[in-house]
């Protein structure tokens, strides 16, 4: 069974464009979480999509951050205009079903880089 | 609002030396602890937990004890091998079965042979 992916793997990007990034996670899961470690601070939580509502989103950080989950499946976050304070990894995790982190798998994340 | 932690690396140790990587947390009610472990190039995983006071979770060697009263989750190991290079995570979350966490900064662990 295919585990959380996430592409691209790395990004560079100058300032003012756009990027959008995706994540597939496991096949039947509803719950669906995008997290941001930006360099030399704390994980954050961004968003919680359960199948193609969002359930919560609370942690995007501003307007320039939009998350979809068309169908429920895959997920995409796009940021635009990126800005350099967006470099960082982000994360997405999976869930079949709600039952505490023991439940969530993780995927290696997305290395942004903005220049 | 809650918040955790963590001892500040990189932390480089000789293999089969004793770690410990501090943790502690800030928290409205009873939370759950988490330690994740992230190895090069893959995703976080879950490493050990605890819910609730005076619980000890442990894994791979790996030991943390939840204690209430100086609101720490430390990790131990009692010997590190270079396999556990990696970075350690230290996170809460509400229990009810939430999966809404909230991480430290992360700690980066060399091993060296």
């Known amino acids: 069974e295919a585990g959380v992916t996430q592409f691209p793997s790395h990004s560079v990007i100058e300032k003012g464009q756009t990027v959008t990034l995706r994540c597939d996670p496991i096949s039947g899961h509803d719950n669906l979480y995008w997290y941001r470690r930006v360099m030399g601070k704390e994980i954050k939580f961004l968003l919680h999509f359960v199948k193609e509502s969002k359930q919560d989103e609370s942690g995007m950080p501003n307007n320039r951050f939009l998350a979809e989950r068309t169908g429920g499946t895959y997920s995409t976050l796009k940021v635009q205009p990126a800005e350099l304070e967006d470099s960082g990894v982000y994360f997405c995790?999976?869930?079949?079903?709600?039952?505490?982190?023991?439940?969530?798998?993780f995927g290696s994340g997305t290395q942004l880089s903005v220049l | 609002g809650d918040s955790v932690t963590q001892m500040e690396g990189p932390v480089t140790l000789s293999e089969e030396a004793f770690l410990t990587i501090n943790c502690t947390y800030t928290?409205?009610?009873?939370?759950?602890l988490f330690w994740y472990v992230q190895y090069p190039g893959e995703g976080l995983q879950l490493l050990l937990k605890a819910t609730k006071a005076d619980d000890k979770g442990s894994n791979k060697g790996f030991e943390a004890t939840y204690r209430k009263e100086t609101t720490s989750f430390h990790l131990e190991k009692g010997s590190v091998q270079v396999s556990d290079s990696a970075v350690y995570f230290c996170a809460l979350t509400h229990q009810g079965g939430s999966e809404k966490l909230v991480f430290g900064k992360g700690t980066k662990l060399t091993v060296n042979p």
């Open positions: 995790a999976s869930s079949q079903e709600t039952g505490g982190p023991e439940k969530l798998f």
């Open positions: 928290a409205t009610g009873y939370p759950s």
